[in-house]
């Protein structure tokens, strides 16, 4: 299975832009990309995915980097509820699995 | 609004005790998953089915079992509780077409199991 690897923690200033990288060199061409984050005390919620083609929706951007085995998820603008663990994942199609990494712990400023 | 219910946020057990760990979906979905969270572990996969009455290993199965009787529901099984199953248990769904489009998995809130 494919593994991510991601930075332990991150900091940022609230109303700044949040990039969070992930790498996943061996990333297989059916596997897609998501990102979640977990709060505390909940569960992961979804935060946004792709396959080969940046992404943005009302929560975050997704750029993906031309050969598959990176990318980044984009907060434009960090506020203190964003302040969570944020996993990137690889949705295996082969296999159904999903595979977390080990998340990055963000911290938001005010 | 999407649900993915876990019967029970806290339990305390002792060893040995058979454990279950029901959830629920009201999605109608075909996949369902359940992981444990440990600190510095992450997220690990113990088992996951794609319809009912199926089961597939992930990558922690040794000491649960699984069972889904029906497609809403899927039970967590610990047959003999120890106490390095104290844990966060996590259940989730989505649908079938998921293995090909990679659209959204829904979690549930988490199950805080303690043995002692």
């Known amino acids: 299975d494919a593994k991510t690897t991601q930075p332990n923690s991150m900091e940022s200033n609230e109303e700044e832009p949040v990039h969070l990288p992930c790498n996943h060199s061996?990333?297989?061409?059916?596997?897609?990309i998501h990102w979640y984050r977990q709060l505390p005390s909940q569960g992961p919620e979804y935060v946004i995915h792709g396959l080969t083609s940046n992404v943005n929706n009302r929560m975050a951007s997704l750029a993906i980097a031309e050969d598959r085995k990176s990318s980044t998820l984009i907060l434009h603008r960090a506020t203190l509820r964003d302040a969570a663990v944020y996993y990137c994942?690889?949705?295996?199609?082969?296999?159904?699995?999903?595979?977390f990494g080990q998340g990055t712990t963000l911290q938001v400023k005010p | 609004d999407v649900k993915v219910t876990q019967s029970s946020r806290y339990l305390v057990k002792r060893t040995g005790e058979k454990v279950f760990l029901e959830c629920v979906q009201d999605?109608?979905?075909?996949?369902m998953f359940w992981y444990r969270q440990d600190p510095g572990l992450g997220l690990r996969l113990i088992y996951f089915s794609y319809d009912v009455k199926m089961k597939e290993k992930g990558d922690i199965p040794e000491g649960y079992s699984v069972s889904r009787e029906k497609k809403e529901r899927f039970s967590l099984i610990l047959e003999s509780a120890s106490t390095n199953q104290t844990s966060m248990y996590l259940c989730?769904?989505?649908?079938?077409?998921?293995?090909?489009?990679?659209?959204?998995?829904?979690f549930g809130e988490g199950s805080w199991l303690t043995v002692v």
């Open positions: 061996t990333i297989s061409g059916t596997d897609y």
């Open positions: 999605m109608d979905h075909e996949n």
């Open positions: 989730a769904s989505s649908f079938r077409q998921s293995r090909l489009s990679g659209n959204t998995i829904y």
């Open positions: 994942i690889l949705w295996s199609s082969n296999t159904g699995k999903l595979i």
